[in-house]
């Protein structure tokens, strides 16, 4: 798929490169922050969170590990389908640790509602969230989340690790999908 066929499939560009870029290293610096004294582990959600998870880790100037789930609630679909399936459980016991989860976006909070009851039931020290996007209009369940990117309107959106039928993660910016697309998916 050539540069131009990817980006056939944007409406709109949504947050740029730059922003992206910023807004990672202010999260960064404030994570570093928050955790002067401790070493994190950052809990990836596979497979949209992990653009943001690289560079993201790149910025904190603290010791921390990393590890990842797989969760499944979409399939194809746009909307979140309230079905969640672990796909990839941890390797790392996260008993007695400072967990850090990063999302790649939250909408209604069902999945990430689901994921954080999992995780306190193996009993961290501390565990808390840092999402690159939420769309607070969609939200069915209340989720607590300590780091956010950016508030986004409800619209779909692709790439910097979002995708659609596993198409456009690797767009380096995030795009609002065609709407004439979703028929496709």
Known sequence: MSATE?????????????????RIAELGEEISRDY????????????????????LMRQLTVPCEVDFMAISSYGASTDSSGVVRILKDLDINIEGRDVLVVEDIIDSGLTLSYLMRNLESREPATLEVCALMTKPDRREIDVPVRYVGFEIPNRFVIGYGLDFGERYRNLPYVGVLDPDLVGEG
């Open 6 to 22: 990817l980006e056939r499939g944007v409406s709109e560009v949504l947050i740029d490169e730059e922003a992206l870029r910023n």
């Open 36 to 55: 002067a004294d401790r070493e994190p582990l950052l809990i990836g959600v596979l497979k949209g969170a992990v653009f943001f998870m690289a560079d």
